[in-house]
């Protein structure tokens, strides 16, 4: 190697590591504050879903009315902070005057927080990987609505942690039928089936509904026989 481009490629490696060392006390702060205002909320549920999705779409109006019923049963609403589903879990908690919070994440498109966003209860991470620890720590459920890469992302990470046993068994609610069952038949069919990959009790931590009485009821169900706590 040219002994130039040598140097030049160790330089830049050197102020890459320095970069690192000071990123870590911006995770840190990130952490700290989440977990600071996260803790004084009390018990929550995060609704998940995509930030694309439009007001007038049935999964919009959906999202708000799980929102709404679920802040009259007591839980605040977490959501991703951002446009589309986010957005009309957010506007849901504060048409029942629920605490409503969002987790927002710096993005160069798409990401923008919401209007609906208790301003007490919003938060802005840099990194991906800090805001879903708020996600995981602290809701005592999880809703899953249609959605992209992210939400997906969101949908393993949540189910790999309650099959590891990592955080408390938790609710994970799927909601949507038509948008879901393709991929739970292909989890049931390949995944378990013929690769052996999950085992057949996996996949009971999974619901699946298409209406907010349902998503509610198995929510009231769930918390008169399990305690509300933060998950780790």
Known sequence: MNSSIKNLK???WTETRAHSSWQIFKIMAE???GFEKLAKIGPCISIFGSARTKPGNRYYD??????TKLADEGFGIITGGGPGVMEAANKGAQVAHGKSVGANITLPHEQHANPYIDPENSLNFDYFFVRKVMFT???QG???MP???GTMDEFFEVATLIQTKKMEETPMVLVGREYWSGLLEWIRNVMMEKES???PQDLDLLQLF????EVVEYFRVFYTTNKLRPNF
């Open 210 to 213: 298409d209406t907010a009485d």
């Open 31 to 33: 952490f700290v504050e």
């Open 197 to 199: 990959n999950i085992n």
């Open 62 to 67: 959906l999202a708000q009315e799980i929102a």
């Open 137 to 139: 720590k602290y809701s």
């Open 142 to 144: 999880f809703v899953m």
């Open 10 to 12: 160790e330089r830049d």
């Open 147 to 149: 959605g992209g890469f």
